[in-house]
């Protein structure tokens, strides 16, 4: 049974980090595509940074430059470090995991086959 449990969100003022995490169980991380989604209510679910297999991650262009998602195999685990946070970027954050999938869909959230409970970020002073 694949479980994914994400920590780490919480309230920062604009222009500060956070730094959300992923556990999995069930699923070894290296072999599947794995993805940081967020939703705001009233809009769809929207890729943040994915990755499939040992491919280099993809970022959403609202992110890139400020987010860095990274995997560590020994824990099962996935991050994404969020720095110069902007209240745009306050959302419900989930992370999922799904087959391995081709680059130029690899943050299509209907790719992804399992996801966590997800975990509130709000950027706001």
């Known amino acids: 049974q694949v479980q994914l449990v994400e920590s780490g969100g919480g309230l920062v003022q604009p222009g500060g980090s956070l730094r959300l995490s992923c556990v999995a169980s069930g699923v070894t991380l290296d072999y599947y595509a794995i993805g940081w989604f967020r939703q705001v209510p009233g809009k769809a679910r929207e890729g943040v940074s994915c990755m499939s297999g040992s491919d280099s991650a993809y970022y959403a262009q609202s992110v890139k430059d400020r987010f860095t998602m990274s995997r560590d195999s020994a824990k099962n685990a996935v991050y994404l470090q969020m720095d110069d946070l902007k209240a745009e970027d306050t959302a419900v954050y989930y992370c999922?995991?799904?087959?391995?999938?081709?680059?130029?869909?690899?943050?299509?959230?209907?790719?992804?086959?399992?996801w966590g409970q997800g975990t509130q970020v709000t950027v706001s002073s």
């Open positions: 999922a995991e799904g087959p391995i999938t081709r680059a130029a869909s690899v943050c299509d959230p209907i790719k992804y086959e399992y």
